[in-house]
């Protein structure tokens, strides 16, 4: 058990969840030593938490740099693989955009439904 400090049981996916800000903010992504540093973990507790975001999101992998360092983060940086609308999700906004009654809300309403069909990855 690491000795730095005892935290809460949450404060842990609070730390997979900076990670993952993290390394959505570094192109380049994190080697398992910079996770180390940034959470004050030990080495196997880094793996760990990188292992938890690869498991979950598979647009999260191994990238190529140009040291002898591994690093781990985003491969693809198409925010329409991090979000995602269903056919289903995007009929009930085309609903709800025919019914509403309030005549100023319905432009905002087509520019959400919009924006949710660019970042459609099927494209069927």
């Known amino acids: 058990m690491n000795k730095l400090e005892k935290k809460p049981r949450y404060s842990r996916i609070s730390d997979i969840i900076e990670l993952l800000i993290l390394m959505a903010s570094k192109q380049e992504g994190l080697s398992i030593d910079e ?4 959470f004050r973990v030990c080495r ?3 793996e760990r938490m990188r292992d938890s975001l690869i ?3 598979p647009q999260i992998g191994e990238i190529q740099v140009n040291s002898k360092t591994k690093k781990w ?7 329409p693989y991090i979000v995602n ?3 289903t999700e995007l009929m009930i906004l085309e609903f709800l955009s025919g019914s509403i009654q309030e005549e100023r809300f319905k432009p905002h309403i087509l520019s959400i439904l919009n924006k949710a069909r660019v970042l459609r990855t099927d494209r069927r």
Do not use: C, D, H, P
């Open 35 to 38: 996770i180390q540093t940034e």
């Open 55 to 57: 498991n979950v999101l």
């Open 44 to 46: 196997r507790t880094a």
């Open 85 to 87: 609308f269903t056919n």
């Open 73 to 79: 983060g985003f491969i693809n940086y198409s925010i």
